[in-house]
């Protein structure tokens, strides 16, 4: 069965330091990734998806992730925290055929010290 | 335009109760999928359809959970008999098609079972 670790459960940054949150999965063959993020009381927003291509990819509010396939892993990064970005990030898989719901891992909690 | 828009945001039942959420999905969008996302945990499967077909109920914990979207459009998960585990934040997400696997996320509903 497929299943997404994310091995940081809380990580403190300071504003204007860089950031990297990291994200391992097992599945069967490389499938969709994704990071979502939880602001308290919200929903999950889309930060960035990986489908195919390069894997380095680009997504909202200066959030840049990697797929690395031999190390099973797609860690999320940002050069420069903002106090704003404290929230909680959530790395999700989906299966390219078959089984349309998505794995998330347990999270983690990113706190902003200014 | 409008997101997906989930109601009640919160609601208290008493243990034994029967209760019913709402799920409003982005207009035109055909796959919905429910989740029950726990405290300090990342969001778990529960049942996805498409149009009003409900394809994939694996998730589901129990016969006390049915869900339902009659018109392929708004759709309401319904648990009867509600026990303190189920107590939980019930999020709900839409995709355009079945071949699109970006999901956007409703606010959730809060459930507290007393």
């Known amino acids: 069965a497929q299943s997404v670790t994310q091995p940081d459960i809380h990580i403190t940054v300071s504003e204007g330091a860089s950031l990297e949150l990291r994200c391992n999965y097992s599945y069967g063959a490389t499938p969709y990734l994704f990071w979502y993020v939880q602001s308290p009381g919200q929903g999950l927003q889309l930060l960035l998806k990986y489908f195919s291509g390069d894997t380095l990819v680009q997504g909202i509010k200066g959030f840049e992730a990697e797929f690395k396939r031999s190390q099973s892993s797609f860690n999320l990064r940002k050069p420069s925290v903002h106090w704003s970005d404290a929230a909680e990030y959530f790395c999700?898989?989906?299966?390219?055929?078959?089984?349309?719901?998505?794995?998330f891992g347990s999270g983690t909690r990113l706190q902003v010290q200014p | 335009g409008a997101g997906v828009s989930q109601s009640p945001r919160y609601k208290v039942a008493k243990r034994g109760q029967d209760v019913a959420l709402r799920c409003d999905p982005i207009s035109g969008h055909v796959s919905l999928f429910w989740y029950q996302q726990a405290l300090g945990q990342g969001p778990e499967f529960l049942t996805y359809?498409?149009?009003?077909?409900?394809?994939?109920k694996s998730g589901l914990p129990s016969d006390r959970f049915f869900a339902e979207r009659p018109e392929g459009s708004v759709s309401t998960l319904k648990i009867q008999r509600t026990q303190q585990e189920d107590s939980a934040v019930y999020l709900c997400?839409?995709?355009?098609?079945?071949?699109?696997?970006?999901?956007?996320f409703g606010p959730g509903t809060r459930l507290t079972v007393t």
């Open positions: 999700a898989v989906g299966a390219r055929t078959g089984r349309r719901a998505l794995t």
């Open positions: 359809f498409q149009n009003e077909a409900q394809l994939d």
């Open positions: 997400a839409s995709s355009l098609s079945s071949g699109n696997y970006e999901q956007y």
